[in-house]
């Protein structure tokens, strides 16, 4: 069982780097949020399955509550941050709400 | 009650490697919004699951009870809070003017 | 006592009693000392949140309510399967068939709570993003025109309205 613990967190380390990539090549801010909140999602599942594997589960579990509290809270400030800002992609205007099937 | 939780693992692994995959080939913003939202939602909440019933597994007692409660409310607020995320990003990307992708306008 | 502040009371009140077993199960502590520090901390966090979290005041509703949401989650968690599923042979499709569009539609949902729901709802089913809520209205993003199809029958609508009486 250690073992399938060790594989799953190798696994989602491995989807976290590939993730890293969406987080820092991509092309608007907004892909970037998307990419920091689904690597915030995949590292509370790791700091769980770190907690399996040193056997220290009820000291791992409150960390992982505050890291989920925490990401969630930093992807709505991000996001509440941008929508105040005049551009998030270059040459966009504020308020150019594309049209129905634009 | 193992093997369950091991599927339910193995299932989650594979749902996060697909949101992953289309976080990486879909278009542009709001497709990959779709990937992230809810792919990224089932896969840690099956993960969540499974090492929820994994941890009742062998002996049951009170802390282990209280661990898999702590993990159940990290799954329930990951449920909640996903798609409140993503519906945050998205309004923020629509008030910006982020056109988004279609099949006959080509690049995003 | 004045008709406001009591319904602030009864607002604080209902809202530390949701909190409480939420202490319970993260302090993990069951002594006296523990138990005192929660009802403290709850009702302080009630107090201090207290037109944020619950803005209603009739709560005579409530169990049913309740009820009712649970009764929908199974379908909501199936839907969410198939959603995945559908998110998958996209991602794993060599040609990408996809055709995304903005669609917007009027919803008669009238209360905050259930228009969240109803929100998460759409995010969480195959091929639709909620983007934004204006007074009722919304702008859907969906992958293929057959998800903004299947959303516009008003099936889920009609699903989230019947949990908060709204039909």
Request: glycine share 10%; proline share 4%.
């Given at each position: 069982m250690e073992m399938l613990f060790l594989t799953i967190a190798l696994v989602l380390g491995f989807l976290t780097l590939l993730t890293l990539y969406r987080a820092i090549?991509?092309?608007?801010?907004?892909?970037?949020?998307?990419?920091?909140?689904?690597?915030?999602?995949?590292?509370?599942?790791?700091?769980l399955l770190i907690g399996f594997l040193y056997r220290r589960v009820d000291m791992f579990v409150d960390i992982a509550i505050a890291y989920g509290l925490l990401s969630f809270i930093a992807t709505l400030a991000a996001s509440k941050f941008f929508l105040h800002r005049k551009t998030i992609v270059p040459g966009a205007r504020r308020g150019n709400v594309p049209e129905e099937g634009a | 009650m193992s093997t369950v939780a091991i599927f339910l693992m193995i299932a989650g692994v594979f749902f996060f490697t697909t949101a992953t995959i289309g976080l990486l080939r879909f278009p542009d913003c709001y497709t990959?919004?779709?990937?992230?939202?809810?792919?990224?939602?089932?896969?840690?909440?099956?993960?969540?699951?499974?090492?929820?019933?994994?941890?009742?597994?062998?002996?049951?007692?009170?802390?282990?009870?209280?661990?898999?409660?702590?993990?159940?409310?990290?799954?329930?607020?990951?449920?909640?809070?996903n798609p409140t995320a993503s519906h945050a990003i998205a309004k923020a990307a629509i008030d910006a003017g982020v056109r988004p992708w279609t099949r006959k306008g080509g690049k995003p | 006592m004045p008709v406001y502040a009591k319904d602030e009371m009864i607002r604080v009140l209902v809202t530390s009693l949701a909190l409480f077993p939420v202490w319970l199960v993260w302090s993990g502590m069951f002594d006296a000392f523990h138990l005192t520090l929660g009802v403290i901390a709850c009702a302080v966090v009630a107090w201090l949140s207290r037109d944020l979290l619950i803005t209603r005041t009739d709560f005579?509703?409530?169990?049913?309510?309740?009820?009712?949401f649970f009764l929908y989650l199974p379908w909501l968690l199936y839907q969410v399967v198939l959603a995945n599923v559908h998110v998958a042979s996209l991602a794993l499709h060599p040609?990408?068939?996809?055709?995304?569009?903005?669609?917007?539609?009027?919803?008669?949902?009238?209360?905050?709570?259930?228009?969240?729901?109803?929100?998460?709802?759409?995010?969480?089913?195959?091929?639709?993003?909620?983007?934004d809520i204006v007074d009722g209205e919304y702008t859907v993003h969906a992958l293929s025109k057959k998800a903004a199809d299947d959303l516009l029958t008003g099936d889920m609508e009609k699903r989230v309205a019947r949990i908060f009486g709204e039909d």
């Open positions: 090549a991509g092309p608007t801010i907004v892909d970037r949020i998307i990419g920091t909140g689904v690597i915030g999602t995949k590292t509370t599942v790791i700091l | 990959r919004m779709h990937a992230a939202g809810k792919g990224d939602t089932l896969g840690a909440l099956l993960l969540l699951l499974g090492l929820a019933l994994y941890n009742l597994n062998d002996g049951f007692s009170l802390a282990a009870l209280l661990v898999s409660l702590k993990i159940l409310s990290i799954a329930v607020f990951i449920f909640v809070a | 005579s509703r409530l169990p049913r309510e309740m009820v009712r040609r990408l068939p996809i055709d995304p569009q903005l669609v917007k539609f009027r919803s008669g949902l009238k209360t905050d709570l259930s228009k969240v729901v109803f929100a998460n709802s759409i995010t969480l089913t195959p091929g639709t993003i909620t983007a």
